[in-house]
């Protein structure tokens, strides 16, 4: 009411732009309360209802499918009662969101089914006496639900939720596992009982899915290549018969007017093939739900499309085919001018005839393609009522959205002419190997090569020629397919930036930038006062005492930041100043880096809020009503929230213990994991880096801050000294009291990644409205109240909280956590077990027993909530909500996603109208709690008409990115999830395509309950559970913006490891994706243009990632081809191709334009450039290994149909990676792809030497490999010789371990494989080849042996048959191999029988002689060398085709007995004691033990070379990797084991008091005097020291 008074009072110009202002509000003035309370809960009602309401008006719409079990006309009644509910009786209003509520409550996971609880409430509410409207009597209701109806389905998933395989119920029937979308789909199908609706591709068939889904984009994309290569044609870039005297692109002639015919022809099949398979596979996967209706079920007239494209490509590929004129270009026209080289077909008469049917049908196909895949409305069922809403703006975006996308394939069209084509010159079929096959319809005159001559098709030169040509043209193809991919990086980067300067952020970040914080005068000081209102100092003073808390000021550094804005930090008043001369503005840069940051972004966010940018855009701030201390502020208008934070057992607050451990050498070496030394297997990480302790590293990274802390210890008292060594020296010895360690441990806490530093930043919300006068008079008069529990809530979901299998010091850090937060609005909510401890469960009972009257143990499953009781000093029980079924359904690897079953355990106790999830690795900065309010009103504007539904579901905002501090890892890490989330995130939004990938996005609290929860958690599909909460929003055309005015801390992986495992993780998500109906029902109906855009919004970088591995395989095959051909260096110059050079700049370069470009904008060009270019380097050996294990991860995804949850654990940085982690890590994913390479490599170079060619060094190919093999070395921490010792000793005993060797210990060897934690290279392997043929399907075993089968057959096409005699020297060795083998095993496996195998494969020269006689080595060995490396690679492949022929007959009998009733359990047993023998025979294990020792001995030639690095450079491979500080450490010391901190000693040394950040060494603002500092340093036993004063 105060802001509506305030806007009556404005000016006719505001009263003009607010027309639309809340009309209703001026009623409930003139009202009284109950009027007010009437609309506020008709208004809730239909916030609560609107899922329900938009179900009944999809399912009234059913038309002949409507479903029997319900009603039309009580359908549209029920919707005209949710959305037209003013006037019904408010006490029945609030009875019908009670009931919704509790099936919520007690459907446990079913939340996640909105549409199928929508259904279930349609029966209750029917079955009493439905939602009676205004003009009929209400009376009392009793509603009845059917628990068991309510969970149908849920026990199906807990039985069987495998989506891929065929499995018994227990009503008999064999069925697909279920998962959540089968269930809501069948509440929108309207069906009694839950039935899988849905066929999700299993294997290989995500493939189908991947071209089907995308066949907008792939088809526009391949149209672009069609349109580059038509211009080419008479660009004359090419060879002068191809690219000249063609005609004008208006006027074709020529190869010209023959690519218009034959491009119609094999477009016009493509779709024939397109829509058979469509068809087909469209029909499969939906057959479960024909009959019914439901989104993306295929209507009629969705089929009769399709069948009508089909058609209609059949008819003009006949009617081109029927019309064609095909011409061959004379072979003078290559040295004549145009006047001399007229095509006969170009006349004006002859021209439209012939070319009337193709361009005829381009037309056409032009028309039915816009037609067919116009953008559909709604995607799925809408959000919410009021369909124009979502129709407002949609029109300009679309336009926005079209141009941009038809800028970006314009310049893929220019890079394709101009660069990409070229590469190619001469290199085509006719005219480089003279095969005339289709010569005539490309239109060039015939020539001579060498399958010229009859019969010679398939001799060895023309295949080799035909090869290299087929395989330049493919890689060339794949180039055009992903440049769009790094066109699209340019473009974000630049719309980007553009957006970025419209939303304020030039200079967001520059911290040189000065800050004026003197009342009245100063600029900031008045955007402060307009933002915040009159009392903006004490946000200002709650702000410096969070930051010197927090230990990132000193306590002279906040008493001067304070009397900046005249006031104290004591009594939060305004002070006079004492001398107006020494008033200036604040320079950031003197203080510490992250502080300086912080207040940096906070200023220059505020003038976002003043002026609303973005999605804001349009509302208007009043400082009197909105500011949050304004005269006429009301708490009500504070936005009430509850932020989530779901946690496993991810550590809580670092232990005494943890931080002291470390220095020692066994502390760097794969634990236990019972902790007993020698005992058990170790197979966890380490616990160190077995040179300094863990806390000696966490200081080495914030030096300045650990000074601040020990400053701030002594200052209160609480240590004798304020020396920062003497504090780490008597925390090492235990010498401190519990209170001071525990403050020691929070400070480390909130350094590293971990739950607590996420609680006390989520807390800071609380502490910042706690700071507001208004705030605090309301909870004054309400005592019994927890400030400011109203308005916001924090809830910590520990997962493993009292359960056995949980971590005894997590629940004690938990319980300190509580306990020191008190009094802020934090709750526990916990998964009560059969496996939960015995305290637990008491608690549980006491609390049951006192208000619910059960007995003892009454539930075996249930969610409690707990907050911390400060009179018994423990937990108390607040709520405990029964369940039927455990967090997680299913069993194995097919159990619901984790995260998202844990937030969901929380988010039934949220009430906030407002949600967030916060990841265990994030933190906030007050000042941020202190903008969320105004970020909060973006949902809902207070000037909004209707109030009923929000202009956003979703709204994301910035991440800092803590962990780029924690080394050269944390850093490149750090700038990728930086630059996506804000660049790129930016430009997603204004393409109105921005998903929600993650944390800490808001979400409106009524959507995630009634319309499927904030994240997806069905079992191997929703991997990534965080996006599909987009496609949800996405598909109901809801809106998902993101705003830059605020940013909330976020850590990632800092280690090598950890960092690999996450892309691996969110790599095997994306294909989990594609397989998804979700993914399916958008790229169906989103449009062309936006199709676009969620292709990039989706799967684009990881499938582009996928297809740039496959070129660096094509490029080394590509110039073995050439070599065979005797193409070389010489003969590709003569033909102009570009292949003749080294392709020394990656296209991946671009890559960096969006983070150039956002630095640039928000710190300046100079750090920009200095950040970006000092990064490179690291950068470059980081993301080439990266990209390989997203290439791989994929491929594992594609093959298995298993999408795999890595937890990374996310260690710290300087934790050691031991050479038996790392292979087992690698050793798929990066080590046999990288022998496969360098092989490649190899015999491309032997045979370029032998043949006397000049050789192409390829640079980028010799990168890529060595970087799979040693980026892991480059990137561990201290490369010292005792480590190194340790790691070779532990390695070759892992290399030569027996266990898992014997036969009965094959299902601890497949039990240890699918975890992760083998013991031996022996498990390591075997474990990979059973999983193999049991995981992949019958279909793609007998698949990948026919492809193997196709490779030989192309090899004994293009390998000369002298080379292929040298394979019976190789199947001699084998066969001599055999014999061992079987010895090995009838001998109880001895050492010496295996090892000898090796001796026996170096015999293959001497024994060569035996076979071919003095061929073999004639005129001497290393002539040979090419035949012996080409055929011992050739005989590796027939191996490899042999041992998957054998295995996958023995796979097909496996399936045999099982389908005749067999035992499954025996048939596999059986089966994996046939893999175990295979596993030798076809020596699998000897090769891989061929290739551990190459690593061994890389390893160790690497690490001894970054020893003597760091021995003779001065620590220069540890201060690259780690820090400065760690630099500065003696090469054989220990940090802070004999001497302070480096910027302490610089301090002592010099006689200043020098507190910077670690890698910048920034210094103090706040200047003394020498002869003041000199009366400091005097007096440092009793003062605290100015830490950061001016060096000199």
């Given amino acids: 009411r105060d802001r509506r008074r305030h806007l009556d009072s404005q000016s006719d110009d505001s009263d003009a732009d607010l027309s639309d202002a809340d009309s209703e509000l001026d009623s409930c003035l003139a009202s009284d309360d109950s009027a007010i309370l009437d609309r506020a809960m008709e208004v809730l009602h239909c916030r609560c209802m609107e899922g329900f309401g938009q179900w009944c008006v999809y399912v009234s719409k059913g038309g002949f499918s409507m479903p029997s079990t319900v009603e039309k006309e009580v359908l549209i009644a029920y919707a005209e009662a949710v959305t037209k509910n003013q006037g019904r009786n408010i006490a029945r209003l609030f009875a019908e969101c009670l009931l919704l509520r509790t099936l919520e409550s007690i459907g446990e996971q079913l939340i996640c089914c909105p549409e199928r609880l929508a259904f279930i409430y349609y029966k209750i509410v029917t079955e009493a006496d439905g939602l009676p409207m205004p003009e009929e009597a209400v009376g009392p209701s009793k509603y009845q639900i059917d628990y068991e109806d309510l969970q149908d389905g849920l026990a199906q998933m807990q039985h069987h939720s495998n989506p891929y395989i065929l499995k018994k119920m227990q009503d008999g029937t064999w069925a697909r596992g279920l998962n959540f979308d089968d269930i809501n789909e069948s509440g929108i199908q309207c069906r009694e009982k839950i039935a899988k609706t849905y066929n999700e591709p299993a294997s290989w068939h995500v493939v189908i899915d991947a071209v089907l889904c995308y066949r907008v984009p792939i088809m526009m994309k391949i149209w672009t290549m069609m349109v580059a290569f038509y211009i080419y044609l008479g660009s004359a870039r090419g060879n002068d018969i191809t690219t000249m005297n063609n005609g004008e692109w208006y006027w074709p002639q020529w190869i010209r007017m023959n690519f218009i015919q034959w491009s119609a022809m094999i477009d016009a099949a493509s779709w024939i093939v397109m829509e058979v398979l469509y068809i087909v596979y469209f029909t499969w996967q939906r057959f479960p739900s024909l009959g019914y209706r439901s989104p993306g079920l295929p209507t009629c007239l969705h089929t009769l499309e399709h069948v009508l494209n089909m058609c209609f490509s059949g008819a003009g590929l006949f009617w081109v085919v029927l019309h064609m004129n095909f011409a061959e270009k004379p072979a003078l026209c290559a040295q004549t001018d145009l006047d001399q080289c007229v095509d006969p077909r170009a006349s004006l008469k002859m021209l439209p005839k012939i ?92 020539m001579m090569g060498k399958c010229s001559a009859k019969n010679s098709k398939f001799t060895f030169d023309c295949v080799s020629c035909v090869t290299s040509v087929a395989t330049a043209q493919m890689l060339v ?18 719309v980007g930036s553009v957006m970025g300067q419209r939303r304020f952020l030039n200079d967001l970040k520059n911290t040189g930038v000065p800050i004026d914080l003197r009342p009245g005068a100063g600029r900031e000081a008045r955007l402060f006062e307009e933002v915040f209102g009159p009392e903006w100092q004490r946000v200002w003073c709650a702000m410096i005492k969070h930051l010197l808390d927090e230990s990132y000021l000193s306590p002279k550094q906040a008493e001067g930041l304070a009397a900046a804005a005249r006031c104290t930090l004591d009594s939060l008043s305004v002070v006079a100043s004492k001398d107006a001369k020494r008033e200036k503005p604040i320079n950031l840069k003197k203080f510490n880096h992250i502080a300086g940051e912080r207040l940096a972004f906070f200023f220059h966010s505020l003038k976002s809020i003043k002026t609303p940018s973005g999605p804001s855009r349009g509302t208007k701030f009043i400082g009197e009503t909105d500011a949050l201390t304004g005269k006429s502020f009301d708490i009500g208008s504070v936005p009430t929230l509850t932020m989530i934070i779901p946690a496993y057992n991810e550590t809580v607050i670092p232990s005494s213990a943890f931080l002291r451990d470390g220095a020692l050498r066994e502390d760097a070496t794969n634990q236990n994991p019972d902790g007993q030394v020698g005992v058990g297997d170790p197979t966890l990480p380490p616990v160190g880096d077995g040179v300094n302790s ?56 909130l350094r590293t990644q971990s739950v607590g530093r996420t609680v006390v930043g989520a807390l800071q919300y609380g502490n910042a409205l706690a700071a507001l006068p208004a705030i605090r008079q309301y909870y004054a008069q309400r005592p019994e109240k927890r400030i400011p529990e109203d308005h916001m809530e924090v809830i910590l979901c520990h997962q493993t909280y009292g359960n056995t299998d949980g971590d005894p010091e997590n629940d004690k850090a938990v319980r300190m956590l509580l306990s020191r937060n008190a009094n802020s609005s934090v709750f526990l909510v916990f998964d009560l077990t059969p496996t939960s401890g015995v305290q637990v469960k008491n608690l549980v009972d006491e609390f049951l027993t006192k208000n619910g009257g059960y007995g003892v143990g009454a539930f075996k499953y249930a969610s409690v909530k707990c907050r911390w009781n400060p009179t018994h000093q423990d937990v108390e029980v607040v709520a405990v909500l029964p369940r039927k079924f455990p967090l997680r359904l299913g069993s194995g690897d097919c159990k619901t996603q984790g995260k998202a079953c844990n937030q969901l355990n929380g988010l039934r106790f949220a009430t906030g109208h407002y949600c967030q999830a916060l990841d265990c690795n994030m933190g906030v900065f007050i000042g941020e709690g202190f903008k969320v309010p105004y970020v909060l009103r973006t949902f809902m504007p207070m000037d909004r008409k209707n109030r009923t539904a929000p202009k956003c579901r979703y709204l994301g905002f910035r991440e800092y990115i803590f962990t780029g501090r924690e080394g050269t890892v944390g850093k490149c890490h750090a700038s990728a999830e930086w630059t996506f989330g804000t660049i790129y995130q930016r430009f997603l939004s204004g393409m109105g395509t921005r998903m929600h990938y993650g944390h800490p996005d808001f979400v409106d609290g009524f959507w995630v309950r009634n319309r499927g929860g904030m994240s997806k958690s069905s079992p191997v599909v929703n991997l990534s559970e965080d996006i599909f909460a987009g496609y949800n929003v996405r598909m109901r055309e809801e809106n998902s913006p993101h705003v830059d005015c605020l940013e909330f801390e976020k850590g990632r992986e800092s280690t090598f490891n950890s960092a690999s495992n996450f892309f691996s993780k969110i790599s095997g998500g994306s294909i989990a994706v594609i397989r998804s109906r979700d993914n399916h029902l958008l790229c169906e109906r989103i449009g062309l243009a936006h199709g676009w855009s969620f292709y990039f919004t989706s799967v684009a970088f990881y499938l582009s990632n996928l297809f740039i591995d496959m070129s660096i395989y094509l490029y080394v095959l590509l110039f073995i081809a050439f070599t065979l051909a005797d193409i070389d260096l010489a003969k590709l110059h003569e033909l102009g191709s570009t292949f003749q050079t080294e392709w020394v700049m990656s296209m991946g370069m671009f890559s960096l334009f969006p983070q150039l470009l956002e630095m640039v904008l928000e710190f300046g060009a100079m750090r920009a450039f200095r950040e970006v270019l000092g990064m490179l380097p690291a950068a470059t050996f980081f993301f080439i290994f990266q990209n390989k294990n997203i290439a791989s991860a994929l491929r594992n995804g594609i093959a298995t149909g298993i999408a795999k949850y890595f937890f990374t654990g996310r260690p710290m940085a300087n934790q050691h990676q031991t050479w038996r982690d790392i292979y087992v890590t690698y050793w798929k994913s990066h080590y046999k792809p990288a022998f496969s390479l360098m092989t490649a490599y190899i015999i491309y170079q032997v045979l370029v030497h032998q043949t006397f060619q000049g050789a192409l060094p390829m640079v980028l190919v010799v990168i890529s490999f060595s970087s799979w093999l040693v980026t892991p070395i480059i990137f561990s921490p201290f490369p010292r010789w005792p480590l190194i010792e340790q790691d ?93 083998i079987r010895l090995y095993l009838i001998s109880g496996q001895n050492n010496l029988l295996l090892h000898g195998q090796t001796v026996v494969w170096l015999l293959c020269v001497p024994l060569g002689q035996l076979v071919l006689g003095s061929r073999a080595v004639s005129p001497t060995v290393i002539t040979r060398l090419p035949e012996l490396v ?35 359990t025996i048939a596999e047993r059986h089966h994996n004691q046939f893999v175990r023998k295979c596993f030798l025979y076809f020596q699998v294990h000897q090769f891989d033990m061929a290739e551990a020792y190459f690593i061994i001995i890389a390893n160790t030639a690497v690490s001894l070379i970054l020893m003597l690095v760091d021995r003779l450079f001065f620590n220069v491979h540890t201060w690259w990797l780690l820090n400065r500080e760690m630099g500065r450490t003696a090469f054989d010391g220990q940090y802070l084991a004999k001497s302070p901190p480096q910027i302490e000693s610089d301090q002592l040394r010099d006689g200043t008091s020098i507190g910077t950040n670690s890698e910048l060494g920034l210094e103090d603002s706040f200047q003394h005097t020498p002869t003041q500092a000199g009366h400091n340093n005097h007096h440092m036993s009793a003062t605290p020291r100015p830490l950061l004063q001016n060096r000199h």
């Fill in 355 to 446: 070319l009337s049917p193709a361009i005829g049908y381009w037309a056409v196909r032009m028309l039915v393609f816009f037609v067919m895949n116009r953008r559909r409305f709604p995607i799925f069922i809408l959000g919410s009522s009021g369909n124009p809403r979502f129709r407002q703006g949609k029109f300009q975006t679309d336009v926005l959205v079209n141009a941009i996308w038809a800028l970006m394939l314009g310049t893929c069209i220019f890079a394709e002419v101009c660069f990409i084509f070229p590469s190619v010159r001469g290199m085509d079929l006719n005219s480089l190997c003279g095969l005339q096959s289709g010569a005539n319809m490309y239109g060039l005159p015939p």
């Fill in 477 to 494: 193809f794949l180039t055009c397919l992903v440049d769009i991919y790094f066109v699209f990086y340019i473009y974000s980067a630049i």
């Fill in 694 to 749: 863990n806390l000696a590293f966490i200081v080495s990274q914030f030096p300045d801050e650990w000074i601040y802390l020990a400053e701030m210890l002594h200052q209160k008292g609480m240590t004798e000294d304020p020396s920062s060594h003497r504090l780490y020296k008597r925390f090492m010895i235990q010498a401190l009291t519990s209170e001071v360690e525990d403050e020691v441990r929070i400070w480390a806490m």
């Fill in 1288 to 1380: 070779i000793r532990e390695f070759s005993a892992f290399l030569n371990g027996t266990a898992g060797k014997e036969e009965e210990e094959l299902p601890e060897v497949v039990k240890r494989g699918s975890s992760g934690k083998v013991r031996t290279l022996w498990e390591c392997g075997l474990a990979n080849e059973i999983s193999t043929f049991l995981d992949s399907t019958l279909w793609l075993c007998v698949m990948t042996v026919v492809l193997r089968v196709i490779g030989v057959c192309f090899m004994m096409l293009i390998i000369p048959a002298e080379i292929l005699d040298f394979l019976w020297i190789f199947i001699l060795v084998w066969s001599i191999n055999l014999v061992l």
């Fill in 1430 to 1464: 080409i055929a011992f690679t050739i005989f590796a492949y027939f191996l490899g085709l042999a041992k998957d022929t054998v295995l996958t007959l023995n796979k097909v009998l496996l399936d045999l007995r099982v389908m005749a009733g067999g035992s499954k």
